[in-house]
């Protein structure tokens, strides 16, 4: 799960002219629409999180999951990157996080983030379409007026 790419067929049509709108607008169509993509498996996995309300200074690993966007998702070979994970902050170092998902020799993984991405994998693509067709409309529609 953790480097899985989720890809669709059949929409290189479709990458086209989001490139040709890009280009005409001057505006990233595919960060917000997979910012709101990654936001859906973001939530279902701090439900999922293990939470222990013996742990003195409340700090837990669902509170650092975040969604983050690659700087250079091109030199991976790719338009746009959505990390969704815990990130280290000031207060919690999320290290063991890799060890509570997967597990260890003396530990079952409790695997918080895959069944996050699994259950909601499906929801995230529709959210993901959903709010690309918007954005594009829109600006489809600023351009036909300013012509």
Known sequence: ?????????????????VRELT????????S??????????????????????NIPDGIHIRDAIKVRRDPNPKQKGANEIMYVKPFKTKKLPVFYWSK???GTVKQKGQRFMTKAYDS????????????????????????????
């Open 1 to 17: 799960m953790a480097n899985e790419p989720v890809q669709i067929t059949g929409l290189k049509e479709l990458d086209k002219k």
């Open 32 to 53: 917000p629409a997979l910012r709101k993509a990654a936001n859906v498996i973001r939530d279902q996995a701090k439900e999922n999180a293990p939470y222990d309300s």
């Open 100 to 102: 509570v998902e997967f």
């Open 23 to 30: 280009a005409a607008t001057g505006k990233n169509f595919l």
């Open 120 to 147: 909601q994998k499906m929801h995230a693509v529709k959210v993901f379409m959903e709010s690309l067709g918007k954005a594009i409309i829109r600006e489809t529609k600023k351009l036909e007026r300013m012509k």
